[in-house]
């Protein structure tokens, strides 16, 4: 008796219209996942062992909160600045838009994966692009950007699904019908739209740790978070996981 063939199972996406529209995002080249190979796709596994800081993000990634990762990074020996230690706590500051509201559910959270990524893995970019998009969406939606400004979007836009979606971003470029911008004309200095990338990375960062350098004397005398209590986060983030 002949065996059917097993029905393989695809997951599909509608990112067609990704970035060009409010409803169109429900989270270039080469920026890593975890854990990952730098080879353009979002997420590659492999069998090679989690360094610290990978297994921090992975655990970003689960919801943890990120005093407790910052002090689960000090208890691992990893040494942060105080001002890398308030970009990755910090708050995530956006365009005032009432667009805001359609802002898709993943990417804050990708938004702090990103971070962590960017503090304890040493990625080589001051802000991630699943922030760039994040902080561009509601002006992009409340009027138009100039040239530079709408393309740095687009390429924000792309690698921030391309990673939550698992697709290859120059599978999305081909779907958006339109020539690909590639990561190293956005993060390294010489790239055409460098200059406008360095600015609003710049910006971010100096907003986010402002404030949260203001929220700093509260936090330190209502509550701060302990190495035991960092290890509480850390057994109630795996019991989570695997109940």
């Known amino acids: 008796m002949k065996r059917s063939p097993k029905k393989r199972l695809r997951r599909t996406s509608s990112s067609r219209a990704v970035a060009l529209s409010s409803?169109?995002?429900t989270p270039g080249h080469n920026l890593p996942a975890v854990p990952s190979r730098r080879d353009g796709a979002a997420l590659v596994v492999t069998r090679e062992r989690a360094t610290v800081p990978q297994i921090l993000s992975i655990l970003a990634a689960t919801?943890?909160?990120?005093?407790?990762?910052?002090?689960?990074?000090?208890?691992?020996?990893?040494?942060?600045?105080?001002?890398?230690?308030?970009?990755?706590?910090?708050?995530i500051i956006v365009h005032q838009s009432a667009w805001?509201?359609?802002?898709?559910?993943?990417?804050?959270?990708q938004v702090l994966v990103e971070r962590t990524q960017i503090v304890l893995e040493r990625l080589p970019f001051p802000v991630g692009p699943t922030e760039i998009m994040a902080v561009m969406y509601g002006?992009?939606?409340?009027?138009?950007?100039?040239?530079?400004?709408?393309?740095?979007y687009l390429w924000a836009s792309v690698n921030?699904?391309?990673?939550?979606?698992?697709?290859?971003?120059?599978?999305?470029?081909?779907?958006?019908d339109m020539a690909s911008i590639p990561s190293d004309q956005v993060?390294?200095?010489?790239?055409?739209?460098?200059?406008?990338?360095?600015?609003?990375?710049?910006?971010?960062?100096r907003k986010v740790i402002t404030a949260q350098r203001k929220r700093e004397p509260k936090q330190q005398t209502t509550s701060s978070t302990t190495k035991a209590g960092a290890l509480r986060e850390l057994l109630k983030t795996q019991y989570d996981l695997f109940r």
């Open 23 to 25: 409803t169109a995002l």
């Open 63 to 91: 919801g943890m909160r990120r005093d407790a990762i910052t002090a689960l990074a000090e208890w691992s020996d990893i040494r942060l600045s105080p001002d890398d230690r308030r970009f990755l706590e910090g708050p």
């Open 100 to 109: 805001n509201s359609t802002l898709p559910t993943w990417v804050i959270p």
């Open 139 to 152: 002006a992009t939606m409340d009027n138009p950007l100039r040239s530079d400004a709408a393309d740095l």
């Open 160 to 176: 921030a699904a391309a990673r939550h979606f698992g697709h290859d971003p120059r599978a999305l470029w081909m779907k958006l």
């Open 187 to 205: 993060v390294e200095r010489g790239g055409r739209y460098f200059e406008t990338y360095r600015a609003l990375a710049d910006e971010i960062r």
